[in-house]
């Protein structure tokens, strides 16, 4: 570094669009046909070294140019901010931008401003962890755990968890970490996957890819509910001959239920032993979550990806709420936020066991749930991070599964990096891919 | 009508935003400089009738541009659609709009893309009003109970309220409904004013704005608290001396504290009696507003204008969190989710003290709160609509207030058709206010 302070000089955004819809994949109850996409930012600098921070909100299509729109009016919080202040702590701007008051009251903390602000701090996380030559599991669980809590934002859950708490876990955390380091990098992180349970798949493709999932060394598969009871018994019925009873599985309602139903619904394919049942009703509704976890146990009640931040999780920890915490690497706002979730479950003892899938979210996630075992867990003990093998070829540095666990990835960064390929293929409405396709459909007419 | 289906044919969207901020009108703990902006639509038909569906989201300032681009997005499910229909079931569409799954993904249910919903479904309403020729209070007062129910999304909410309470609720209603017509249009609805309480004012013009408030005929005045305790404590002592006791003063937070700061602070102010503390917390912390509420009585706790939708608002009467419900017109999905509410809280016995205020949000709310005195509850006692008296001249029909109430509003709608001129001087940045003063920035530089 010279004496001159180098800055952010460009924030580009892209609206990239994959047409996920034509193939049924990642169908469900309540998205029939979605085409996984992704609002993506890159952030410039003028050092000189090449590194940019890749960051992304994944959408499943419509609406993404909205969230294109709202990564862009975070612009003048970036511009000209000094890169080596922005890297040494994140977390300042984190608060820069959920302190925007003119923005927050789009939120506050929800929805399409808050994802926004999500992607433009997973972007910075990504530059900063680039610049310091490591994966970002890596820099978070050797970071000093006083520089971790000033990335946390306390407010509105400090009545649940306090800074002082969250130094005491991650100073505990440290005891055994060069031994676990060893272990993840020789054995890497479980994995499950969702990929033989869509609701548009055929029960034949359901029995080949559970066995296959199986055979690819996954101990844990899921399958989409909730639209037909009768064929959840049988499409439950044929994964469990397909993968017999040493294997878990997980159900998946998408939030499709009212509270009732979803005890009756999951109390009736319990003869199937379902491992847990995630988002059994919306995602708001902490009370309800409570009682459904009441009404069927033992089966588990999982929910996350939707969860819009911090604050929902600590009620949906008070009020015992959950089995298994699902994280989302962008939904909340960020890093700097993923990591109170994670303290906050450490706190309450619940395991972390993220939603995956979609565009890159498996690139993400990862390194989330590397640095909680390493530096908060400790163990990785019914701690799985969903896998779908969806769209990994688009990104740099995608991620590696052997024998159903993902590889601790070693590339520097937040593996965030989408080819410039395919970036320029599938901008919606004018990359390649799009344009084609759209022409053709003016053809056709 | 004729045998041909009239169609709307247009969805005009305006960025409309006014330089508030300059006055420090509208300044509290968390907004210190809000300019009142409307994302403002305009549902057009071929009736030939000249009458059209105005609509809004309301917002702060910047970011308005992104509430515009989400409603949009919504364009595509109402060009063509049948008028007659539309106003026949509103609901129908405000299904359609919370059912488009890929838009869904932004939400669910809430922040930017949920009020894009509302600004769509309010407007409806408005054009269903103007052509009953009835103010909308009016014609959901005499609207068919039945009617009325099918109107009402009850997912998420039906453990808590089903579609057979709430009939028995309005058909309860109906008994006295012309006694209370008669009243309400002799009295009004009882107001408070925010008007004395805003932070950025001096003691002088809080002292002089109370006394002129009781003068006005307010029984209830609010103030903006949560900067500092010590200003807090000052403003609070002058207001109480220039209302006397007789006179409640509720104090609003702005979710500026965690939970044990905003039991604490709030009762520091105990010794001037405020009457209701509003948003002492994070509007997502059903939770902590339950525990505030058992920390601060008998202050009362409020809160409701952040919140996102009908599934928070029933786990906060499910918690015993509220004493008074705050409604706010244009942050949910519409009438339709605000019927929800309604019936979720006569259900609960909470009474309904709208927010308002902003741009147009008086306009607004009126109509619902006068729905609920003639409908639901029966009652004025304990309830006031918010009164500010910023930007009703922008408004075609604008507020009336006669003694500290609101006058019923006799104009066919929702009151929410701002004028043409006010549209066109403050569309932003090409209106004829924004261009002269962008300009003379250019030149002041």
Known sequence: MTAHAHRIIAVDTYDIRFPTSRELDGSDAMNPDPDYSAAYVVLRTDVGDGLEGHGFTFTIGRGNDIQVAAID????????????ELCADPGSLNRDLIGDSQ?????????????????????????????????????????????????VDFRYIADAFTPEEAL????AGRHGLAERETLLLERGYPGYTTSPGWLGYSDEKLTWLAQQAVADGFTQIKLKVGADLADDLR?????????????????????????GEAIDWTNALAEYSPHWIEEPTSPDDILGHAAVRKGVAPVKVATGEHVQNRIVFKQLLQ?????????????????????AILLLAAKFGV???????????????????????????????????????HLHEHFAAPVEIRDGHYAAPLTPGFSATMHAGSISSFRYPDGAFWAADLAGAEDAL
Chains 1, 2 share one sequence.
Not at 240 to 249: S, T, Y
């Open 235 to 259: 499409r439950l019925r044929n994964a469990r001959a397909a993968v017999g009873d040493g294997v878990r599985i997980a159900v998946d309602a998408n939030q499709r239920w009212n509270v």
């Open 103 to 151: 923005l927050r009251w789009l939120g506050p903390e929800k929805g399409v401003m808050h994802m926004a602000i999500g992607a433009v701090v997973n972007a910075v996380w990504d530059l900063t962890a680039k610049q310091a030559g490591q994966p970002l599991w890596r820099l978070l669980a050797h970071a000093e755990p006083e520089w971790l809590v000033s990335q």
């Open 73 to 84: 009016a975070l612009r003048p919080h970036l511009l000209g901010r000094s890169v080596q």
């Open 319 to 339: 009020a015992d709420a959950l089995d298994v915490l699902q994280i989302d690497a962008a939904r909340v706002g960020g890093v700097n936020e993923n990591l």
């Open 351 to 389: 395991p972390v066991c993220p939603h995956a899938g979609g565009v890159g979210l498996c690139e993400l996630v990862q390194h989330l749930s590397m640095f909680d075992y390493l530096a908060l867990s400790g163990t990785t003990e019914d701690r799985v991070i969903e896998y779908v093998d």
């Open 168 to 171: 005491a876990l991650l100073h």
